[in-house]
């Protein structure tokens, strides 16, 4: 295992309260840094005080957008230490973004030891308060200080961490969205299955554009026929029609999310049905209007489970369960944040402990 070198922040901030976290706002005191050339491979893993960094104007990245991001989650066990969801799984994907892109891949139980590190030294940031976690963001970019489109010589790699508060303050709030019929997001051979930036720049425009027509979020559908669900937002998707969840498959241009294989493994172990399989827009619309569509269900790492309360397609609406929160919806959301906060058996293996 690699040395790592530390040096520690001389003026650490406050750190605060529980109720005022908000999402992405607050930064703590240190962040990991890892560099990569050619020669060495990634090496250099430091971990620095939380702050700004120099950026050369002709800094690939921002020209070529070569860079890969992933987003997971500590939280607070009750006996003081730290519960990391699934770490393993999301640097594995993190890997996966990065060959994409034509990034070199990393050691992942090098990045793991350096993660549990920094999480140590920034202990105190890690909010207990149920609902509250330590946001964790680990992303790459390219660092070559030229012009002209090829994979970058050299790269960055860092990790940040934000205390986040509770997504549901207020309880539960099915969302309204509405099912994007003009832009894309994604086409099977493009980057959509791998977290990339210009994956959320393709969304931006489309999501401004339906929350200024009143809805939460906007559901793609796939770029070719415009008629098979993809996912939400920074979301997967998920119907219960009848007894039976349906959720698209990962067919190339949607994200495999870490949640989404959370709870396609926990309605499994509940032998409630589950099946991954195509499921067109008409479909979802004709068995809103028949009743059939019992609830319906983003799943990610910010939310966990967020209740769709109404969609609309085009001219027409449903409202799903009434706009509540379904009884499956509710019970994924209890069950997993249950096993993040180390209050239930971790049958499945997800936790990584930090001892503190
Ligand atoms: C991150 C993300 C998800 C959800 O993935 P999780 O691993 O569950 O957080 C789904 N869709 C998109 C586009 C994403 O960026």
Not at 9 to 30: A, M, N, R, W
Not at 131 to 156: E, N, W
Not at 211 to 240: H, R, S
Request: hydrophobic content about 40%; some cysteine.
């Amino acid at each position: 295992m690699t040395e790592i070198k530390v040096n520690l922040s001389q003026d650490l901030k406050p750190v605060p309260e529980d109720d005022k976290l908000g999402f992405g706002i607050h930064f703590t005191d240190h962040m990991l840094v890892m560099d990569y050339n050619p020669d060495q491979g990634w090496h250099n893993l430091q971990i620095t005080p939380y702050g700004s960094i120099e950026v050369d104007p002709s800094m690939m990245v921002l020209h070529y957008g070569q860079a890969v991001f992933e987003g997971m989650k500590a939280f607070r066990a009750k006996d003081g230490g730290i519960n990391i969801f699934r770490p393993r799984d999301h640097f594995q994907r993190f890997n996966n973004s990065a060959a994409r892109v034509c990034i070199p891949e990393f050691d992942i139980e090098e990045l793991l030891g350096g993660l549990v590190k920094l999480l140590e030294i920034d202990n105190r940031w890690v909010p207990s308060t149920h609902g509250t976690a330590l946001y964790i963001r680990p992303f790459i970019f390219a660092t070559d200080q030229f012009l002209g489109v090829r994979p970058s010589h050299t790269y960055k790699l860092m990790i940040i961490l934000c205390p986040v508060g509770a997504y549901y303050a207020e309880g539960f709030n099915p969302v309204k969205i509405m099912v994007e019929d003009k832009y894309v997001r994604a086409v099977r051979g493009g980057i959509g299955a791998i977290k990339t930036p210009g994956n959320y720049a393709a969304s931006l425009l489309a999501a401004v554009e339906a929350k200024e027509k009143g809805f939460t979020q906007v559901l793609w559908l796939d770029a070719i026929e415009q008629k098979w669900l993809e996912e939400v937002g920074t979301m997967n998707i998920m119907l219960k029609l009848g007894d039976e969840v349906i959720t698209p498959p990962l067919n190339g241009s949607i994200l495999p999310g870490i949640t989404r294989d959370s709870t396609i493994k926990l309605l499994q172990q509940w032998q409630v049905p589950i099946s991954e399989k195509q499921i067109s827009i008409d479909e979802v619309m004709a068995a809103g209007h028949s009743g059939l569509l019992k609830e319906m269900f983003g799943t990610g790492t910010a939310a966990v489970i967020s209740p769709v309360g109404s969609i609309h397609y085009r001219k027409e609406s449903v409202v799903i369960n009434h706009g509540q929160v379904g009884e499956l919806s509710q019970r994924l959301f209890d069950e997993i944040t249950a096993i993040q906060y180390g209050d239930k058996a971790d049958a499945n293996h997800w936790i990584e402990t930090v001892t503190i």
